[in-house]
């Protein structure tokens, strides 16, 4: 079966190329209904997210997708600003602060949307039918919010095979992502796995040092990304 994409994955952007390892390039692919990536900090997650939604965007015209974060600050400091626009940077000029959307020059349509919301104020806020949502840090969104955003994937384009929901995130203990993806394994999930030292291009000294300067516990969950070692801890500040 052919990929999804059906895209050249080695991304060259002025003077940047990103040369996807075989789980990045298997993500950005992937047929999934329900597609989640779970790993170490550092370890090419969101890049796979963005990547994946842009690609989407650029080659079905008219497709609405959404990008989203549980915090705005987040969502547009981490994920778009440090990620999207990182791979992107011509994207900036159709970023529309006022509606929060990047509109493509093909008509598809990028939502930026924080989910720090209930899930009845997300449902008056996206009254809009989707051909995709990704969300960054999924352990930090309630399971109600993804129910949610699922019964907005209704949107047809011709070409694409069906409406996809696809999400990173850092193990967080026998959540109720563990439960779908790991326990439960559900139809038309699929889960993929990295850890930290797979990111081929981080600094020699990155993994080192996070061994070195955190516990036991957190680096079981945050370098290898063990579903079975969480403290009960948020650590904020540690992002892709």
């Known amino acids: 079966m052919a990929a ?13 190329v990103w040369e996807p390892t075989l789980k990045q390039a298997r993500f950005v692919n992937s047929f999934a209904r329900h597609l989640l990536c779970a790993g170490g900090v550092g370890s090419g997650k969101t890049d796979c997210l963005v990547y994946r939604a ?6 079905f015209p008219g497709i609405r997708g959404l990008i989203g974060r549980r915090t705005f600050r987040n969502l547009h ?13 011509q994207m900036r000029r159709h970023l529309n602060l006022g509606t929060q959307q990047i509109r493509y020059p093909n008509g ?15 449902g008056d806020a996206l009254n809009i039918n989707l051909g995709f949502f990704a969300i960054d840090q999924l352990e930090e969104v ?6 949610l955003l699922c019964t907005r994937l209704r949107q047809k384009i011709p070409g694409l095979p069906e409406q996809y929901a696809f999400s990173v995130c850092n193990p967080a203990g ?50 290898y990304g063990n579903w079975d ?12």
């Open 4 to 16: 999804v994409l059906e895209a050249d994955l080695d991304l060259d952007v002025q003077d940047r």
């Open 229 to 240: 070692t969480f403290e009960g801890q948020v650590y904020d500040c540690y992002d892709e």
């Open 108 to 122: 598809s349509l990028l939502i930026l949307q924080h989910l720090d919301l209930s899930e009845r104020e997300l």
């Open 174 to 223: 026998h959540n109720w992502i563990w439960k779908r993806w790991v326990s439960e394994q559900r139809p038309k999930h699929d889960l993929i796995e990295i850890q930290t030292h797979e990111n081929k291009h981080l600094p020699d000294l990155y993994i080192e040092d996070l061994v070195e300067n955190n516990s036991e516990a957190w680096v079981r969950r945050y370098v």
């Open 142 to 147: 309630d399971e109600g919010v993804y129910r």
């Open 54 to 59: 842009h690609l989407l965007c650029e080659n």
């Open 77 to 89: 400091n981490t994920t778009i600003g440090d990620n999207y626009f990182r791979w992107f940077p």
